[in-house]
């Protein structure tokens, strides 16, 4: 873990993309709280685009819609809409098929794109099929004029506003769909940092770094790291607008390249003003490499009923982080043309209370919440009040919908539609078929953990497990969730735990016969929509086009080799460190080993007594300039700061984070609140929301 001391302050000047003047004082008699001030960044970012998309088409691609999405309630569309916008289009750089607006004579794009051609092969393809005489371009990028914009000391060509500009000038005033133009184009090429999405009260994402996660073997691609610097800029444009101190602290190697990107763009503020007095809050940052972890993120334990929803239901279509609720079960099936145009509930459209409840909240409590739900819809309708249940599930919930599908009912139930989405949510979790096999993957988890921890290095999981591989079709399971099963083992021990040649090999040749017998299903049953059914592991043979038996095999033989590998490197990842190398931990001699994941125990010492916080051994200070490196070393041997000296401290994931870990961090928080005069808040943050199949594409198939 390393350490950065930053200071960011907001100036009297301020960029235009913000849309605010005000100065220090006027901004210090605010209110503080970093979870109001962050809200209101992201806002401030929202309205300085919906203040241009009056009579205009715009265009927007799938992370800034993304964050929309989050923003609005799951109303993006309706909220660019009702700002005046004549029409709403997704952006990409493969939709070829742009409509062409007659009427329209200004068009307005939004992108988080940092590749400068995508801006000029999409942006000049819509120009072509268009009119318009105004264009304004919102970049989530910022212009090249930013020193750090770097790769590891390589020449990258960046965005370049002022070319942009010049580009789509040229390309508006040419002879476009034959019309003559009486005036010069109106080019404008905006930076507003949108990067960020709250899903509930202390937990975000960021959709434009969806994408981005530590390699195993600390080879990252140059992609990764432009992306990095670009995540930088953004969290230093946040600081900035929230006037906040920050102590940057970094686990893993992407986290520490991270620190030092925002160590390098904090560098020109401190040089403006180096005073703190003035500073509205002092946050500590704590980077983490997701890979130092997968033990959390691959676990099917549903501690929180968050983790359940992201495992039964689909995902929301071109989003990472919102799920699809069929509402069917209310409103009846649609189908026919209509089908096309059937929008799913989600669950951006509930309150953040619904989504803090989902994090925090056991199954009993949420059906019981359900239940008072379906009772308040009754009692509008002047109906008789429902009968309690004696026990209160799932399927008691589902009998009393299916009353609602009455022709007289479907008014009240559109009025209480967000009720009706969230009773939804809390029946499929609670009664989905893929319950089972959840069931089926923790009982072998907690296997796992005993037969470790008693057995250690003569452990005979791998055995086990890989008889359960060639047996997985009679016990419900699928070669996936077999795969999260697998990286959960390897990363639970880690190097704690060595396992035999032996079943390593005998694990291979399970996993190249589980492969073998996917390939031949999908060959035989051509009609499997391959991306419906199952993760990315399919890829390989949708490429395959051979049906000779020998190739088959000898690839099949190849990925489970190639997925072995990949496990050791999984097992590997947390050597390096000294507090946090083990995620199996014995409290005391009368207590059971159980697993601890990273971010909890992170959380457990940042939450320490503030009187006498624990040393963190992993905690390095890397100093930012020469002077203040030898100002260290008369330093050395006193106390360091702590990332609890700090009232705000805000976690940020470097490949994701899950549900489980908010709840933990939540529970930590509150407990140490109830105990401390001192109150400290907590901000789960990461690239994504996870659930253990993301890992396994991103750990074994998107490498």
Known sequence: MRWVSMTVIATHHRDASYGRTESKVEKSTKMTDIVTETKNFISDCWERVFSEVCDTVVYIDQFASECLHWHTGGKGYLALRNAGAIAVHELG???????????????????????????????????????????????????????????????????????????????????????????????????????????????????PFADAIPPLDSYASNVTYDALNFLAYSFQRLFDAINARVDVYSIGELSDYLAESLENYGVDVNRRDCTWKDTKMEVSLVLVDRTLDLCTPTSSSAESFLTRILRTFPRLPCHNNDVAINLSPMFGTVGGVQRAFEVPGCLASMEKATLDLFVLEKEKRLLAMANRSLTDIVS???????????????????????????????????????????????????????????????????????????????????????????????????VENLLALLIHVYALAGTQIRFSAEQELQLEESLAHAVYEDFVTLRENPSIDATAVSSTHWLPF???????????????????????????????????????????????????????????????????????????????????????????????????????????????????VTSEEAKVIEEITSTRNDNEDKTLTVMLGGSRLLNPLDVVDKILFDR
């Open 542 to 656: 949708l490429l395959l086009e051979s049906n000779d038996t020998g190739t088959t095999e000898e690839t099949s033989r190849r990925i489970a080799r190639r997925i072995v590998n990949t496990l050791r490197l999984v097992a590997q990842q947390r050597s390096t460190l000294q507090d946090y190398r083990h995620c199996m931990i014995k409290p005391n001699g009368e207590e059971t080993v159980r697993r601890v994941g990273l971010l909890e125990r992170i959380t457990r010492d940042v939450c320490c007594s503030t009187g006498m916080p624990r040393e963190l051994k992993d905690l390095r200070r890397r100093s930012s300039s020469l002077v203040s490196a030898g100002f260290s070393l008369f330093s050395r041997g006193k106390t360091k700061r702590h990332p609890c000296d700090n009232c705000y401290v805000l976690i940020y994931v470097i490949g994701g």
């Open 380 to 478: 509008t309708k002047d109906s008789p009040k429902l009968k309690t249940p004696t026990r209160i599930s799932g399927h008691s919930l589902e009998k009393v919908l299916s009353k609602f599908r009455t022709a007289n009912d479907l008014d009240s139930a559109t009025v209480c539609t967000e009720k009706i989405q969230r009773i939804l949510a809390i029946v499929e979790g609670t009664t989905s078929p893929k319950i089972r096999q959840l069931e089926l993957l923790t009982s072998l988890e907690k296997l796992a953990l005993q037969n470790l921890s008693v057995s250690r290095e003569s452990s005979s999981i791998l055995a086990q497990l890989s008889n359960v591989v060639r047996t997985r079709i009679q016990r419900g399971l699928d």
């Open 93 to 207: 750089m493969y939709r070829f098929r742009y409509y062409t607006e007659v009427k329209a004579e200004k068009a307005v794009i939004v992108s988080t794109a940092s590749d400068p051609a995508f801006y000029q092969r999409t942006i000049k393809m819509i120009l072509a099929k268009n009119a318009f005489h105004s264009c304004t371009i919102f970049c989530g990028i910022p212009c090249c004029t930013t020193d750090y914009l770097t790769v590891k000391g390589e020449i990258k060509e960046k965005l370049n506003y002022a070319k942009l500009k010049k580009n789509v000038e040229a390309w508006m005033s040419s002879d476009n769909l034959s019309q003559v133009r009486e005036a010069e184009p109106s080019v404008n090429v905006i930076h507003v940092p949108l990067f960020l999405a709250f899903l509930s009260k202390n937990l975000f994402v960021t959709p």
